[in-house]
Nanobody
Framework: QVQLVESGGGLVQPGGSLRLSCAGS????????MGWYRQAPGKQREWVVS???????TYADSMKGRFAIGRDNAKNEVYLQMTSLKPEDTAIYYC?????????WGQGTQVTVSS
């Protein structure tokens, strides 16, 4: 059974940083294209960043320079390092894994940016 489990969310002040992790089980995440998405209250889920199995990264424009995606293959994880956080970054953050027709989602982790 494939599972993706996000962790690392929480409450942070504007300008602060958080590191989210997405741990995979039942799959080897290094063989998948991995992505982070987020969904703010009352809004549709939006794409944040992706990393291919080959290591190519792509970012949504509003995240460039603030967010960084990476892999920790030893832990079978993908992480999202977020800096200079803004209140509008408040959302539930989800990771996904894609390979061919297979798509898997995690359950999400809440990030709240507030003073």
């Amino acid at each position: 059974q494939v599972q993706l489990v996000e962790s690392g969310g929480g409450l942070v002040q504007p300008g602060g940083s958080l590191r989210l992790s997405c741990a995979g089980s039942g799959i080897i995440t290094s063989g998948y294209n991995m992505g982070w998405y987020r969904q703010a209250p009352g809004k549709q889920r939006e794409w944040v960043v992706s990393i291919t199995s080959g290591g190519v990264t792509t970012y949504a424009d509003s995240m460039k320079g603030r967010f960084a995606i990476g892999r920790d293959n030893a832990k079978n994880e993908v992480y999202l390092q977020m800096t200079s956080l803004k209140p509008e970054d408040t959302a539930i953050y989800y990771c996904n894994a894609v390979r061919g027709n297979a798509i898997y989602w995690g359950q999400g982790t809440q990030v709240t940016v507030s003073s």
